[in-house]
Nanobody, 118 residues
Framework: VQLQASGGGSVQAGGSLRLSCAASRRIYSSSTLGWFRQSPGKEREFVARITWGFGHTRYADSVKGRFTISRDKAENMVYLQMNSLKPEDTSVYYC????????????WGQGTELTVSS
């Protein structure tokens, strides 16, 4: 499966943006979709994930209460709604799929860049 992330851009602090991740084919219920981010000179950081079947979600503490991950099973899309954005959210965001919900992500999309200005 190929994943394509989109929706990045430049926003001011306090603003909102929604990222999208499109899968090239049907995603099976056993999968988990995740969003990660990586800034220059920093390690990749987990942001959020959602189980495809039941829609269970989990968030990094740094985004909890501000970001919401969701999925559209009919369209094979995953979204990351980002509110109350902070300059420290500036990063390149990636979506990824863990086919068997094992904790290891098997395929990654290309990144989409978010810049939050103060």
């Amino acid at each position: 499966v190929q994943l394509q992330a989109s929706g990045g851009g430049s926003v001011q602090a306090g603003g909102s943006l929604r990222l999208s991740c499109a899968a090239s084919r049907r995603i099976y219920s056993s999968s988990t979709l995740g969003w990660f981010r990586q800034s220059p000179g920093k390690e990749r950081e987990f942001v959020a994930r959602i189980t495809w079947g039941f829609g269970h979600t989990r968030y990094a503490d740094s985004v909890k209460g501000r970001f919401t991950i969701s999925r559209d099973k009919a369209e094979n899309m995953v979204y990351l709604q980002m509110n109350s954005l902070k300059p420290e959210d500036t990063s390149v965001y990636y979506c990824a799929i863990d086919f068997g919900s094992t904790g290891t992500y098997d395929h990654w999309g290309q990144g989409t860049e978010l810049t939050v200005s103060s």
